[in-house]
C-alpha cells in the first residue's frame, strides 16, 4: 500500500522510509509558531523547562495579531511578555504591528513556509499552508514550547480522505464556497483526525488565494491538515515570496483513502453556513429573508487581496443599507498597502465601511466589531459557533467576500445576482 | 490512578469557544479561566462543579480554537477526567499535554446522565457508572501517550528524557 502526501511528507521527517494511518511517529519541524493569545502560555511552559534556547531562531514564528494593536491593559502585558521572549531569544520571524498580519495570511506572504515543509503552530488554523503543499497543524501551547525546545512533535500518522476537484466554479463562486459546500456534505468532525487531500483537475482553475481558504477552514471538518498537490501556481507563487528549497511530494498511485468524494465545481452555488456550525450549509437561493446588522470582511480566511477585489467589484458605486456596519480588515499590512494602491480601500469608504488595521480583532469576538445580544453578522470569517463575534445570543453566517458584500448593500443576506452583478 | 464524582453532560460539538470564550483570553491563569469555564454554555457550572467531577460529552468535543487555555480552564475547575465520544484532535493532544486525562468511550459518553456518580480506573480504562451499576470499557491510550500522563504533561516527559 502506498503512501498520501501527507504521509510522505511526514515520513521523510520523522527520518523513515515509510509510515502508515495510525503510527506514532516524532517529526523535524520546519517551522513552529505561535500568537499573542498561545505564546505566552508557550513561553510560560519552556521557562519550566531544561532546554533554555529555542531550537533555531529562524525557525520560530511569533505573530501578535489576536488582541492588536493591544486592546487592554492585560494584552498589552502578554503582547509584551512575548515581544522580551523574542528579543532575549533572538528570534528572526518576529513582527512588531506596522509589518504585522493575521499570522497565517503574513507567513505565507514572508515566505516562512514552502510545500514539503512540517509546520505546528498553536492556532488551529496553522493548516492553511497546505495550500502550499506543506504540512501544517494546529497544536496547543505545550506541545508549541515543545517545539520551540527541540525542534520536534510527536504525531499520529493520519488517515486521509480524497477530494476529487472537477470542472470550473461560475463567476462568484470561490473557494469559500466550495470549503463551505465540504464542510456542509461531510460535517464539522467528518475529517476528525484525517488528511483531507484535494486533488484533480479542477484545482487548475483555483488561484492561491482560493487554495488557502480551503485549507484554512480544513480544520473545521475537524481534520488534522489539508494538503493540495504543487503545480505550476505554487511554484511560481512561492518563489515570488521565498528562496527555501521547496520539495514536491507526491501522494502514490496506490495510497490509501478511507474514502473519495467527486466534486463539481461547475454546479456549486454561493454558500452561507448558518449559525451556529460551518456545516450548518444553505446555498444562496435557500437562505430566506435574513436581516443583517453587521459584515465583516476579512481574517485569515478571507483577507487577501483578491477577497478585497471582489468585495470591491460588488461595492463599486453602491452603499450599504442603512443601519449597516461593515468593517473590512485587510489580513496583512503588504494586502492593505496593495489595496490602498489599488484604490479598494476607497471604494470601500465610499461604500460606508470602516476599514481596520490587520487584527484578529472582531472574527474572534476580541474587539473591533463585537456583537450584541440578538443582532446578526455575515462574516466572510471561518467560525460561528456560539458567542464567537460577541454576545452569546449573537448569530454569525459564514460567507464568501462576494455575499458578505452584497449583504451590505442589501441589508438582508443577499448574492451579487440580486444587485444585478 | 483513578477519577471519582459527579458527572456533568453536554452534547454533541462542544467548541472551545463555549469552553472559555475568546473575550477571556487575555489571561493564561488558570483559575482566573476556571471562573469562566464553560460560561456560554452552561452559566451555572461554575457554580455547581466539585473537585473531582466528570465532564462527559458526546461527539467531537473540543473543537475549533486550539487554546490550551480550554483544557486548562477545564482541569482548574476541578473536573478530574473528560468521557467523550470523540474529541476534536487539537483538544485531545492538549489535554494529554496537559495532564488533563480524557478518555474516549461513546457507550459511557451515551449512557452517562447528569447527576450520576462515575469513576474512572485510567490504568484500565474501564469507566464504571456506580449510580446505573454499570460499567464501559473506554480506549486505553497508547504506551507514548501513558508516559506523558504519567509523567503529568510533556513538559515534565521532556525534561525527564533530556
Ligand atoms: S483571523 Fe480569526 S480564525 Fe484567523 S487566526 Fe485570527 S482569530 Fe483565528
Not at chain 1, 497546505?130 to 510527536?154: E, H, P, Q, Y
Not at chain 1, 443599507?321 to 503588504?334: C, D, S, W
Request: glycine residues 10%; negative net charge.
Amino acid at each position: 500500500m502506498g503512501m498520501t502526501m501527507t504521509q510522505k511528507i511526514l515520513a521523510a521527517h520523522a527520518g523513515v522510509e515509510r509510515v502508515t494511518a495510525g503510527q506514532l511517529i516524532e517529526a523535524d519541524l520546519d517551522l513552529v509558531l505561535g500568537n499573542d493569545v498561545t505564546a505566552p502560555v508557550a513561553i510560560k511552559e519552556m521557562e519550566k523547562m531544561k532546554i533554555r534556547n529555542v531550537f533555531d531562531k529562524n525557525k520560530i514564528a511569533l505573530v501578535p495579531d489576536h488582541f492588536t494593536p493591544n486592546k487592554d491593559i492585560k494584552s498589552a502585558q502578554n503582547c509584551k511578555y512575548m515581544r522580551e521572549f523574542a528579543m532575549d531569544q533572538e528570534i528572526t520571524n518576529y513582527f512588531e504591528i506596522g509589518e504585522m498580519g493575521i499570522e497565517h495570511a503574513l507567513l505565507p506572504e514572508k515566505g516562512l513556509v514552502v510545500a514539503g515543509d512540517v509546520v505546528i503552530g498553536a492556532d488551529s488554523h496553522t493548516c492553511t499552508y497546505g495550500a502550499l503543499g506543506a504540512f501544517s497543524t494546529g497544536v496547543g501551547s505545550t506541545d508549541m514550547a515543545a517545539g520551540m525546545a527541540t525542534g520536534k512533535a510527536w504525531f499520529k500518522v493520519p488517515a486521509a480522505l480524497r477530494f476529487v476537484l472537477k470542472g470550473k466554479p461560475s463567476k462568484w463562486v470561490s473557494g469559500k464556497d466550495i470549503i463551505l459546500h465540504i464542510i456542509g456534505l461531510i460535517g464539522v468532525d467528518g475529517a476528525l483526525y484525517k488528511s483531507m487531500e484535494f486533488v484533480g483537475d479542477g484545482i487548475n482553475n483555483l488561484s492561491m488565494d482560493d487554495r488557502f481558504t480551503i485549507a484554512n477552514m480544513a480544520i473545521e471538518a475537524g481534520a488534522k491538515n489539508g494538503i493540495f498537490p504543487v503545480d505550476e501556481k505554487t511554484i511560481r507563487y512561492i518563489k515570488e515570496h521565498s528562496n527555501k528549497k521547496i520539495t514536491e511530494y507526491k501522494a502514490d498511485e496506490d495510497a490509501d483513502y478511507e474514502k473519495t468524494y467527486e466534486i463539481d465545481l461547475a454546479s456549486l452555488k454561493p454558500t452561507v453556513a448558518f449559525p451556529h456550525l460551518p456545516e450548518n450549509t444553505r446555498t444562496i437561493d435557500q437562505v430566506g429573508d435574513i436581516k443583517i446588522d453587521q459584515v465583516v470582511i476579512g481574517s485569515c480566511t478571507n483577507g487577501r487581496l483578491e477577497d478585497l477585489r471582489i468585495a470591491a467589484r460588488v461595492l463599486e458605486g453602491r452603499k450599504i443599507a442603512k443601519g449597516m456596519r461593515l468593517i473590512v480588515f485587510p489580513a496583512t499590512q503588504k494586502i492593505y498597502l496593495k489595496a490602498m494602491e489599488e484604490g479598494l480601500l476607497s471604494t470601500f469608504i465610499k461604500a460606508g465601511a470602516v476599514v481596520s488595521t490587520p487584527t484578529c480583532g472582531p472574527c474572534l469576538g476580541g474587539h473591533m466589531g463585537v456583537l450584541a445580544a440578538g443582532e446578526r453578522a455575515v462574516a466572510t470569517t471561518n467560525r460561528n459557533f456560539v458567542g464567537r463575534m460577541g454576545h452569546v445570543d449573537s448569530e454569525v453566517y459564514l460567507a464568501s467576500p462576494a455575499v458578505a458584500a452584497a449583504t451590505a448593500v442589501a441589508g438582508r443576506i443577499s448574492g451579487p445576482e440580486e444587485l444585478g452583478l | 490512578m483513578k477519577a471519582l464524582g459527579i458527572a456533568h453532560k453536554y452534547g454533541d460539538n462542544v467548541d472551545t469557544d463555549v469552553i472559555i470564550p475568546a473575550r477571556y483570553l487575555i489571561t493564561s491563569d488558570p483559575k482566573e479561566l476556571a471562573s469562566k469555564c464553560m460560561i456560554d454554555i452552561d452559566k451555572d457550572f461554575v457554580n455547581r462543579v466539585q473537585e473531582g467531577d466528570i465532564l462527559v460529552a458526546k461527539k467531537n468535543f473540543g473543537c475549533g480554537s486550539s487554546r490550551e487555555h480550554a483544557p486548562i480552564a477545564i482541569k482548574a475547575s476541578g473536573i478530574s477526567c473528560v468521557i467523550a465520544e470523540t474529541f476534536a484532535r487539537i483538544f485531545y493532544r492538549n489535554a494529554i499535554n496537559i495532564g488533563l486525562p480524557i478518555i474516549e468511550c461513546p457507550e459511557a459518553a451515551r449512557d452517562i446522565e447528569a447527576g450520576d456518580q462515575v469513576e474512572v480506573n485510567f490504568d484500565k480504562g474501564i469507566i464504571y457508572n456506580l449510580t446505573k451499576g454499570r460499567q464501559y470499557q473506554g480506549q486505553a491510550f497508547p504506551e507514548f501517550m501513558q508516559k506523558i500522563i504519567k509523567s503529568e504533561g510533556l513538559i515534565n516527559y521532556i525534561n525527564s528524557e533530556s
